[in-house]
T-cell receptor, first 113, second 115 residues
Framework: KQEVTQIPAALSVPEGENLVLNCSFT??????LQWFRQDPGKGLTSLLL?????REQTSGRLNASLDKSSGRSTLYIAASQPGDSATYLC????????????FGAGTRLFVKA | NAGVTQTPKFQVLKTGQSMTLQCAQD?????MYWYRQDPGMGLRLIYY???????DKGEVPNGYNVSRLNKREFSLRLESAAPSQTSVYFC??????????????FGEGSWLTVV
């Protein structure tokens, strides 16, 4: 059974720090992996989508990597800002007799000014 | 830029009552989804519609029914609400079914409390 784990569950950093959020999954037979941001009381906003054939994707200060063989993805945030404070979730997409999306529980990030 | 719109935003139900959550997307997406989000459990897929005219069960379909009314609209119905269905519900959509390399777009969520 596919499981997605995000560590740490919560993280507090000073403004300007570079940081890495981790996502691990147990089954490497995924179609793709997506990172989302969720602000309190809001829906999820897609940040980066990595296809199974790709190794990384970049958008502004964000860089996501994917290592299927080890079942890991990382989200790197450069020069963090207070506005980056949110919960970050990763999700893997797979097909096993039907389409499935497995979400991690998320990492709650707080960036201190 | 409406994207995915779901209503209502908040709802309190008594056990046994029924209600329907409405969802509409204006991005001409083929696939639509209903998720629930519970503390410590992440998001779980309730039902999805890969394309207009089709619906399929997700991970936690018990106690729910769905209708893909047309390409834009996908509703979720609770026939007899139970306290275990207290949750935040999210509607989402994508161009093609999950796993086909598409970004998924989410609505703002519907907070449902069953007392």
């Amino acid at each position: 059974k596919q499981e997605v784990t995000q560590i740490p569950a919560a993280l507090s950093v000073p403004e300007g720090e570079n940081l890495v959020l981790n996502c691990s999954f147990t089954d490497s037979a995924i179609y793709n992996l997506q990172w989302f941001r969720q602000d309190p009381g809001k829906g999820l906003t897609s940040l980066l989508l990595i296809q199974s054939s790709q190794r990384e994707q970049t958008s502004g200060r964000l860089n996501a990597s994917l290592d299927k063989s080890s079942g890991r993805s990382t989200l790197y945030i450069a020069a963090s800002q207070p506005g980056d404070s949110a919960t970050y979730l990763c999700a893997v997409f797979l097909y096993t007799g039907g389409f499935k999306t497995i979400f991690g529980a998320g990492t709650r990030l707080f960036v201190k000014a | 830029n409406a994207g995915v719109t779901q209503t209502p935003k908040f709802q309190v139900l008594k056990t046994g009552q029924s209600m329907t959550l409405q969802c509409a997307q204006d991005m001409n997406h083929n696939s639509m989804y209903w998720y629930r989000q519970d503390p410590g459990m992440g998001l779980r897929l309730i039902y999805y519609s890969a394309s207009e005219g089709t619906t399929d069960k997700g991970e936690v379909p018990n106690g729910y029914n769905v209708s893909r009314l047309n390409k834009r609209e996908f509703s979720l119905r609770l026939e007899s609400a139970a306290p275990s269905q207290t949750s935040v519900y999210f509607c989402a959509s994508s161009v093609n079914p999950q796993g086909a390399g598409n970004t998924i777009y989410f609505g703002e969520g519907s907070w449902l409390t069953v007392v």
